[in-house]
């Protein structure tokens, strides 16, 4: 079993950056697949990114393409969530998963959750 703890969000105005970082304690971090998902109020968690074992494969929600990328260091057992050009609509409580299997974009694949951390995005 492992557990994840968040860290890194805050308040940060339109177009600025964030650095997101999971850090995994009691098992070794490279066994998994790890994932990125966001919760905005009243709404659904959704997925943002998710990172393969060995960080060869990388996959991206349509509307972050292009802004954030998802990075390991399993030395460190620690993934990281760099977002660049914040949007409003990227506030969020924005949480790391770890995956037993291959590298998915679903919640419901996802077996350890960390606690969450907020970001937020305005002027």
């Known amino acids: 079993q492992v557990q994840l703890v968040e860290s890194g969000g805050g308040l940060v105005q339109p177009g600025g950056s964030l650095r997101l970082s999971c850090a995994a304690s009691g098992s070794r971090l490279s066994i998994y697949a790890m994932g990125w998902f966001r919760q905005a109020p009243g709404k659904d968690r959704e997925f943002v990114a998710a990172i393969s074992r060995t960080g060869i494969s990388k996959q991206y929600t349509d509307s972050v393409k292009g802004r954030f990328t998802i990075s390991r260091d399993n030395a460190k057992n620690t993934v990281y969530l760099e977002m660049n050009s914040l949007e409003p609509e990227d506030t969020a409580v924005y949480y790391c998963?770890?995956?037993?299997?291959?590298?998915?974009?679903?919640?419901?694949?996802?077996?350890?959750w960390g606690q969450g951390t907020q970001v937020t995005v305005s002027s």
């Open positions: 998963a770890a995956n037993t299997g291959p590298v998915a974009v679903h919640t419901a694949d996802y077996n350890y």
